[in-house]
């Protein structure tokens, strides 16, 4: 029988020509193009975090509606849903796209060139694509560049695609990227710009509202515009008002993001062997909901391709399970908590694993420190996501280990910026770690932690101190070893765990897994400490009796109990 051939896998790939007619594995999605072109408004925003597939959804728009594609359509949309329920608009429009990440937000002056030069460029690149139909377009192309008109070259290609009768679909990706940066800047002249350039006569309004007249004549029949958080939307209001918000609808929760049956599709397309995968894929990658009801929780792609890409290229399971591009996330996080309010939110939600909110849908820059938006923007960013409906709001949880590893990263960062006198020595810090693993020994760890950070916690960081706060500082220092996958709240029959240590796939000769639970006692009530060690070992009895760690004779049990912040003492219950 001829071996199966493989079809290769689209990782950092979003250009749909090249995936279709170059045999990679194309997740299909088009039945979302259907589902849009259905909706009554043809003016449509539509948002999800980085990395989810939204430069390839719109490639897939591209070549469905371009014009200059029609030859082409059964070659690139024939094996595809859309291909065999082709919908009355296909082929129809010239594709006007617009991205803009990338622009320079150092002063006004800057941006303002930056955006102008932009949106020139674009508008040349389209009159060059449809030069076959456009006249005079070198002559136009010219003109641009010669008179730099900035925004005002969007009427030129209005003009020219008016005068040969055809209508523009306009795609924007990256709407709020200047945004998100001059945001990140935390202070007065990142806000003052932001509203110069958005607000009154600024020329990000001035580019919407030449859209907006557009979309009125016709002339614009669709657009389609996207971005990571709807922060603009607000400020934009009366220059844009135009667009339907899709991004909470229930019915196009999964139009982004893989659902664990197209991910099993993409393992037998593309190769990936199951042998190899050695970790919880829905534990790591999985977990995104962006309504109550949608009908599936939904993979990060990227985090997925990046996953299947070391095994194919490896053909063994990977080294790196986490992909390194989540410290980009690791960089917002930091920029977005620079105020007091923010930082404790944050510290409250890694401590709980998650919090009571809603989502807002819209918002302004002048609610950046209000409790509401930053919660919906780490839903936004993809550093939350729905949990469930509970009290007639909704809860929001971390979405994966990946994501949860981003917070305890942010936790480490922070404690040592706060506290000049914490030491941490990775390299000292995977030797503790290493004997706790091979040796069964936790006294070199603890000693560690104890002495060199929990001990040197300034006031400040005492102020958040309980068992969670100090959970959070175990863990991260644990997951830096790459020793153990540190677990936390591991749901089982009995409760939920403080730390389970598990072993790292990649290491299965380690002889011990471990379950810790974690007390905290004040050193002002130290008496109550044998209660303390009385409660911690019952609690790991009935850990023990799960169905997780039932008849397992590679799991030990430790009760840490610290009182106050420089003193701890530790034991492993004798079960009968």
């Known amino acids: ?17 090249s995936i279709i007619l170059e045999n990679y594995a194309y997740v299909d999605k088009t039945q979302y193009i259907e589902m849009l072109e259905q909706e009554s408004n043809k003016n449509q925003f539509f948002i999800r975090p980085r990395k989810f597939g939204k430069s390839l959804f719109f490639m897939t728009l591209s070549y469905y509606y371009d014009l200059n594609e029609a030859e082409n359509f059964d070659k690139l949309f024939g094996d595809l849903y859309i291909g065999k329920h082709p919908t009355p608009e296909r082929n129809m429009y010239a594709i006007l796209k617009f991205d ?102 600024g020329i990000v309004r001035d580019f919407y509202e030449r859209l907006k007249d557009g979309a009125k004549s016709s002339l614009v029949n669709r657009t389609f515009i996207t971005g990571i958080s709807p922060v603009m939307l607000d400020d934009l209001t009366s220059g844009y008002n135009i667009a339907t918000v899709l991004t909470l609808e229930p019915q196009y929760n999964e139009m982004m993001g893989f659902t664990q049956e197209e991910v099993e599709w993409l393992m037998r397309e593309t190769g990936v062997e199951e042998k190899y995968i050695n970790v919880d894929m829905q534990a790591y990658y999985n977990g995104y909901l962006f309504h109550k009801d949608g009908a599936h929780r939904v993979y990060n792609p990227a985090m997925m391709l990046y996953f299947f890409a070391q095994i194919i290229r490896r053909q063994q399971p990977p080294e790196d399970i986490i992909d390194l591009n989540l410290k980009t996330d690791y960089g917002r996080l930091q920029k977005l908590t620079q105020n007091d309010s923010n930082r404790a939110m944050l510290i409250r939600i890694v401590k709980d694993g998650g919090i009571i909110s809603d989502i807002l849908k819209k918002f302004s820059i002048d609610m950046l420190n209000d409790d509401d938006y930053f919660v919906s923007l780490l839903f936004y960013m993809g550093l939350l996501t729905i949990d469930k409906e509970e009290y007639g709001t909704l809860r929001l949880k971390i979405p994966n280990y990946s994501i949860r590893t981003l917070y305890w990263e942010y936790i480490a960062r922070l404690t040592k910026a706060n506290n000049e006198n914490v030491l941490i020595d990775f390299s000292t810090m995977k030797i503790a770690v290493r004997e706790l693993a091979y040796r069964g020994n936790p006294t070199l760890f603890l000693d560690y932690m104890s002495n060199n950070i929990i001990s040197r916690l300034s006031n400040r960081d005492l102020e958040n101190f309980d068992e969670k706060y100090l959970k959070i500082i175990l863990l991260n220092n644990l997951f830096q070893s790459l020793l153990y996958v540190p677990i936390t709240e591991m749901e089982v029959s009995t409760g939920y765990t403080d730390i389970w240590l598990k072993r790292s796939p990649l290491l299965p000769e380690i002889p011990w897994e471990w379950v810790w639970e974690i007390k905290y006692v004040k050193k002002s009530n130290a008496k109550s400490v044998k209660e303390t060690r009385k409660e911690a070992s019952a609690q790991l009895e009935k850990y023990r009796q799960s169905h997780l760690f039932a008849g397992r004779t590679d799991v030990r049990y430790l009760s840490v109990i610290f009182i106050g912040k420089d003193k701890y003492e530790m034991s492993e219950p004798r079960f009968s």
């Open 1 to 17: 029988m001829e071996a199966k051939k493989y079809k290769r896998l689209p990782y950092g790939n979003s250009d749909f020509r």
């Open 100 to 201: 803009f990440s990338g622009l320079d937000t150092s002063g006004e002056e800057q941006f303002v060139k930056s955006f102008s030069g932009k949106v020139e460029l674009t508008v040349c690149d389209f009159i060059d694509t449809y030069r076959t139909i456009i006249p005079d377009s070198a002559t136009l192309i010219q003109e641009i560049k010669q008179r730099q008109p900035g925004i005002g070259s969007l009427q030129i290609a209005f003009n020219a695609i008016k005068s040969v009768g055809k209508q523009l679909y306009i795609i924007i990706d990256e709407y709020d990227h200047f945004a998100n940066d001059l945001i990140a800047m935390g202070d007065r002249i990142g806000k003052n710009l932001y509203k110069a350039m958005v607000a009154a006569n």
